[in-house]
């Protein structure tokens, strides 16, 4: 009988063996998923949790209508509020293709650009049609009083724009054809916007799609107060919960936002985060203990001084090094002497040691970024591309710059040169450097430290020999058209070649932008070599974050001022964060 009883209890014990056996055995199909889940791992994204991100500005929130409050409304409402045109950051960032790293400010080339609120575009010379996304609905949760989460409209589009041209922030109607400028009108037909001009304008795309402050706001938003923090309804990823000035502000996530993204071949609704915090914090040694201590996860804008420490202190950390969207230049003026001769131009440009400026003020940055930033590789031309004679104002040669200036009728120097500065960050410091070296080749040479007010009179009025500036790079058609065409305010050295305004012009109305960026590239190149500016240095920045921020890649703008539209694609790694101990 015992033997019965153990002959049994042995059967049952290799059946039950089988059983778990084949119950851990997963079929091919599943067997596959796991192992694509296990490859996969931190690359499956998770929903919930708290992004804080950081750039520095001040205590100020301003209004919360981009129309008045500009900068930094534009920087705050792109949470909530959306372009009609963003760059395509999915496909072309570092975690794409890597052809473009959206560090560049202010500006995206339209080759990297996808809709947004406006899913696709057709382009002719006396109009822009914007084919408006279907789908997509204000979200207007917890703010019923003043509008309801209905679906975006043609018309909401078209009037948005209208109400943008007519602002102070594209110039008060300035870009109408009746004030001098390209826009006859601007109308819906359908579920299309349609944008009428007097001629093609290469830079529609910035001016209506992705700019400065034409971000679409509703009616209703204007109606009950746009500058209102209480008041702003968006279509973006996020919804506003608390703006404090001095202190945050916060966003939740819009749950019934339009856009989606794949990861690993899984489509997800987007955004992946709860919240969205943006702290103020004016002081920079407590912003730089916020990272280290993991208080913030993304800051834009840290100082390569903090660089080194950080990396030191925090090895986890990842970063990635950006060019400031402004150049230090030095304006000559270009119509009477002794700058009006191009050799002597030439000779004051090799005579500074730009190097030994952009490390003592900058430690890290470049001396060659503008009049067009690296980013923009369509129309860039390395420095080891340009012609000789060019290539050669970036070299420091006192000895050659005495000669020239002896070869261009001053073989005594020259005297009574003065530089306006605006007293403002490290301007007067920066121009001081430069005044050093000018006076070593016989330059003589002082710096006219001047408070802001009275260097924007004294700039006007005409009177200047040299003037620091900090001009642009991100958009060259923005660039040449406010520094070097005759007539134009921003023009401050009075530059007038007849050649490069009529090849400004073509670019201008060039509808191919491979076309374009040729043209681009030549006008670079002759505002380089005729030096009626001396490009000084560019400031370098470094974004820093941790590593549990997945599927963000130190990315700057999607459109204009807008650093946060990245943020909507990343998810927080909890455990991650957790095994690091925070």
């Not at 790293?101 to 202010?106: A, G, M, P, V, Y």
């Not at 968006?234 to 916060?250: D, N, Q, R, W, Y």
């Not at 970024?369 to 012609?387: C, K, V």
């Not at 002896?406 to 306006?420: C, K, L, Q, R």
Request: with cysteine; aromatic share 12%; glycine share 8%.
């Amino acid at each position: 009988m015992k033997k019965k009883i153990l002959w049994l209890m042995l059967s049952w014990l290799i059946v039950a063996a089988l059983v778990l056996a084949s119950c851990g055995e997963a079929a091919p199909g599943e067997q596959e998923e796991e192992e694509e889940e296990e490859e996969a791992g931190e690359d499956v994204p998770q929903y919930g949790g708290s992004i804080s991100n950081f750039i520095s500005w001040g205590t100020e929130i301003g209004s919360a209508d981009p129309t008045a409050g500009l900068w930094p409304t534009v920087l705050y409402t792109c949470p909530v509020l959306e372009h009609l045109i963003r760059g395509d950051f999915e496909k072309y960032s570092p975690g794409g293709t890597n052809e473009f790293t959206f560090q560049i400010e202010r500006d995206i080339p339209e080759e990297f650009c996808i809709g947004n609120l406006a899913e696709s575009w057709d382009v002719a010379r006396d109009s822009v049609t914007l084919h408006i996304r279907q789908g997509v609905y204000w979200a207007a949760e917890g703010k019923e009083d003043v509008m309801e989460s209905r679906e975006l409209t043609a018309e909401d589009v078209a009037w948005s724009l209208n109400r943008f041209f007519d602002s102070p922030a594209a110039g008060s109607g300035t870009r109408r054809t009746e004030n001098g400028g390209w826009v006859d009108s601007i109308y819906a037909e359908g579920n299309d916007v349609i944008v009428e001009t007097d001629g093609f304008n290469a830079n529609w795309l910035f001016d209506i799609g992705k700019g400065y402050a034409n971000l679409i706001t509703a009616p209703e938003v204007a109606e009950a107060g746009a500058d209102d923090w209480e008041n702003l309804v968006g279509t973006g990823p996020f919804m506003i919960k608390e703006a404090v000035v001095g202190s945050h502000l916060t966003y939740e996530r819009n749950p019934h936002y339009w856009d989606t993204t794949t990861i690993n071949g899984v489509e997800y609704e987007v955004p992946f985060v709860d919240e969205l915090v943006w702290p103020i914090i004016v002081d920079t040694s407590t912003q730089i203990a916020a990272v280290r201590t993991g208080k913030i996860d993304v800051h834009y804008s840290v100082h390569p001084e903090y660089k080194k420490t950080l990396s030191e202190t925090c090895p986890e950390l990842l970063f990635s090094t950006w060019p400031h969207c402004t150049m230090k230049c030095t304006s000559l003026r270009t119509d009477r002497p002794p700058f009006n001769n191009k050799e002597v131009r030439r000779a004051m440009m090799i005579a500074i040691d730009r190097e030994t400026i952009m490390k003592a003020m900058f430690g890290e940055g470049d001396i060659y970024g503008w009049p067009i930033a690296p980013a923009l590789t369509g129309s860039y031309t390395p420095r080891d591309e340009l012609p000789p004679e060019t290539q050669e104002l970036f070299e420091y040669n006192p000895d050659k710059a005495r000669q020239m200036l002896a070869d261009a009728g001053y073989p005594n120097g020259i005297t009574g040169v003065e530089i306006a500065v605006p007293i403002k960050e490290d301007h007067v410091e920066t121009q001081t450097m430069v005044a050093a070296y000018w006076t070593d080749i016989g330059v003589e040479t002082t710096v006219k430290p001047m408070e802001m007010a009275a260097f924007t009179a004294y700039s006007r009025s005409g009177e200047h020999d040299c003037l620091h500036l900090s001009p642009t790079n991100a958009n060259p058609l923005t660039n040449f058209s406010t520094t070097m065409l005759p007539g134009v305010p921003g023009n401050y050295a009075y530059y007038d070649n007849p050649y490069f305004t009529e090849l400004f012009n073509n670019a201008q109305q060039t509808v191919d932008p491979a076309e374009r960026d040729v043209i681009l590239k030549e006008l670079a190149v002759i505002e380089l070599d005729d030096v009626p500016y001396i490009p000084i240095a560019v400031e370098a920045f470094v974004t820093m974050w941790w590593p549990w921020v997945k599927n963000f890649y130190g990315g700057m703008e999607a459109s204009a001022w807008n650093p946060s539209g990245f943020l909507a694609y990343a998810w927080i790694d909890q455990d991650l964060k957790e095994d690091m101990g925070f």
